[in-house]
């Protein structure tokens, strides 16, 4: 009886412990995923911007996706891959990064652009003069008491050795 006892404890108790080799594991590795999924869009996008596959050039990619991210974040799942959104992330890095688009903007800047019409400048009709009103201090104020003059007096003798 107490055999049996104790196999039903042990029976109750054992906790198995599982050997798993190597070869009956499949690790699913998940590739990091681009900002959108490689379609005709993309891949003209990135044949216009060669910084991006530029190894050299990783801080502007990882700022690309960054921007990729917020626009998703901001516009949801639907706006990435519009041509918005491409427009969007051209400008952001532009911004961030002008040191690289420097030739760019120099090539645009070389095209003749049209000239539109000087305008005239005109004065506007009603000339505005400064004030005369003088304000004087406190200091001013009891200088011109103990010389004896009223601040108005004080003021316009101010004036005349100012001009």
Known sequence: MMRAQLKLDR????KPTVQISE???????????HPA??????AEWVSKNPWYVDPEKKSMSKYAVFVHEELEEQ???AFV????????IDNEVKRR???EFADIQNEEEEKPQRTSRLSTVVAPAKRS???KKIVLTKTQVALAKKFGLSPEQYARELNKLES
């Open 37 to 42: 999924q490689m379609n005709d869009k993309v």
């Open 97 to 99: 990064f002008p040191e």
């Open 23 to 33: 070869n009956d594991v499949q690790m699913q590795v998940r590739q990091p995923q």
């Open 11 to 14: 029976a109750k108790n054992f």
């Open 81 to 88: 891959g519009t041509d918005e959104y491409f427009k969007r």
């Open 75 to 77: 516009f949801g799942r």
């Open 129 to 131: 003069t400064s004030s």
